[in-house]
């Protein structure tokens, strides 16, 4: 099964809600450094911070 992280979708729903990546990743409980992995395809959220994207 490929991971496959749906980026421009997150960024535009950052962008819409006014969020910044340093904010999701406070929310989300990890460090803005792996929200920028996660958004250039570089990582992929691990099971408790996916959950908590939603």
């Given at each position: 099964?490929?991971k496959?992280l749906?980026?421009?979708?997150?960024?535009?729903?950052?962008?819409?809600?006014?969020?910044?990546?340093?904010?999701?990743?406070?929310?989300?409980?990890?460090?803005?450094?792996?929200?920028?992995?996660?958004?250039?395809?570089?990582?992929?959220?691990?099971?408790?911070?996916?959950?908590k994207?939603?």
């Open positions: 099964m490929q496959i749906h980026s421009d979708a997150v960024h535009n729903a950052l962008i819409k809600r006014g969020v910044t990546q340093k904010d999701l990743a406070s929310e989300v409980g990890v460090s803005a450094q792996a929200v920028t992995n996660w958004l250039k395809g570089k990582d992929f959220p691990r099971p408790p911070a996916l959950l994207l939603n």
